[in-house]
């Protein structure tokens, strides 16, 4: 066991010395999210989806916006802004909840962690989402909560992945949606959100996740 000065991460879950060059990844696995996995996770500022039917196209999406949540030792889950697809939603709602949702560290310290488990698509309007969404700074063109029950962590060193400096959010998205209104969004869902590229339904209902005024 050994720590780095400064990292506030136990590098015993992640890494071990390899001489003068630093660490060397090594795959580790626990069943539950450490207060160390926790800390990490909460620190990164981009995180990794992916999900894939029995059949078709397997997607990875990034996403963003400070959206993530650490609810449990087994138990995660994200606030889902719109964009121009829904694959996770289609996936999960096509019935293979399988999600892999991954974390790489961009500054300081190199590592890479994995949360896989079982994912559920909670989509605005329903008790469902309603009873999670304090557990976010809830946006505009908000559509769903995607909650991962965790059965797998796995952290390794991310020496491959550069280094970037994080600047700032974008910030597009969120006026985006606050400019257009919702009846804009509840159009622009029934129109681009109804199912995957392959032709699978995602099940959203548009006037059921913002009613017509």
């Known amino acids: ?13 992640f890494c071990h010395p390899a001489g003068e060059y630093g660490v060397i990844g090594v795959g580790k696995q626990f069943p539950k999210i450490e207060a160390e996995h926790k800390f990490f996770i909460e620190r990164q500022k981009v995180f990794f989806v992916a999900s894939a039917p029995q059949q078709g196209r397997i997607n990875v999406s990034p ?15 994200y606030l889902d802004c719109t964009g ?3 694959e996770t939603r289609a996936h999960l709602m096509a019935g293979d909840t ?11 310290d190199p590592v890479i962690l994995r949360l896989y ?3 559920r698509s909670l989509m605005r309007g329903t008790p469902d989402y309603d009873a999670l969404v304090s557990e976010f700074n809830e946006v505009p063109g908000a559509r769903q909560i995607v909650r991962l029950a965790v059965d797998l962590v796995q952290t390794s060193c991310g020496m491959g992945v550069p280094l970037f400096d994080y600047r700032k959010e974008r910030g597009s998205l ?40």
């Open 174 to 213: 969120l006026r985006y949606w606050t400019t257009r209104g919702v009846e804009n969004l509840r159009k622009y869902w029934g129109m681009k959100n109804m199912k995957s590229i392959d032709g699978l339904p995602t099940g959203f209902v548009p006037d059921r996740m913002v009613p017509p005024s």
């Open 98 to 108: 399988r999600l892999t949702i991954m974390f790489c560290a961009f500054e300081g």
């Open 63 to 77: 996403k963003g916006l400070s959206s993530f949540r650490v609810l449990g030792e087994n138990d995660v889950a």
């Open 1 to 13: 066991m050994f720590f780095v000065a400064g990292s506030g991460i136990l590098r015993r879950y």
């Open 84 to 86: 121009s697809g829904s």
């Open 117 to 119: 488990g079982h994912g």
